[in-house]
């Protein structure tokens, strides 16, 4: 007789999301994340929770189902008995992933995409990689990201950039992009289509980041502050993103009346970089907040 998998409850460091540990694994190496009911159709765990009111994401990933809410109701409220209603379907024999529809291999298309940096490349999926960015400029900083670390072996490879669809590459001069983007592009097709992991605990970083945080990181900033990110948020970074980058707003001098941001990516370092926040970034900022910011500086990531 099979032994009955045991539920419990972890808390995280954000307020909103609750882990649901199970004392053995229920995925397969394999980390998932729902948004919707409808994404969720290859999960009928994933699925019946959506049916919850306050249930607004559910994360299956190894041996837990992560879950956040939305604010109303509390999780003092409700987690126990979500916790037995995750433990109960399990141990019914209930399916957490249909293995009909997780195993069957979807074919797995990259393609390579210039940038205004001309040492970058931008490799495109046609699947979600990542859940947030991550940069690496050498191999010592990809102990938790096994495709980066593999590309790092390649030698012409500089740094790596991967967000949520696609991954630059930075590469150093002794190779020109007509004789590797191929190579490139073939082994990271290659490396995804085989389900290898991208990043370890991405959905974990991933709780980390969440808009709570993020909420109280914003309200933390000076009013011209927060009017600078929003802008960035809304007009920059999606431009900047489809050229194999990423802009974060580091911080604003009211004295000197100066910004401070970080690029990375296909930006970071880009000889067209300066040009851009010059004749773009700072003329915005300049025009839509009156004379609050005179200049714009980078710090490339």
Known sequence: MMESIKISIKNTSNPTIIKFEA???LTQHESFEFNTIDEASISPLAQQLFYLPFVKKVYISGNFIAVERYNIVEWEDVQGEVAQQIESYINNGGVIIDPSTSKKKVPVTIYAESTPNPSVMKFVANKKLVIHSHEFKSIDETKNAPLASELFHFPFVKSIFID?????????????WNDITMELREFI??????????ILNDIDNSIEKTTKKLDQAFEAQDDISKEIISIL????????????????????????????????GACSGC??????????????????????VNTVEAING
Do not use: C, H, W
């Not at 000889?271 to 609050?292: A, D, H, Q, V």
């Open 23 to 25: 004392d053995e694994f």
């Open 189 to 198: 097709r290659s490396y995804i289509e085989n389900d290898k992991t991208i």
């Open 233 to 264: 948020e809304e007009y920059v970074k999606p431009a900047v993103a489809s050229d194999g980058g990423n802009i974060e707003f580091q911080s604003y001098d009211p004295d000197n009346k100066t910004v401070k941001v970080i690029l990375q």
């Open 164 to 176: 949520e669809n696609f991954v630059s590459i930075t590469k150093y001069d002794i190779a020109e």
């Open 271 to 292: 000889p067209s970089s300066t040009f851009t926040l010059k004749n773009g970034i700072e003329n915005m900022l300049r025009e839509m907040l009156n004379g609050k």
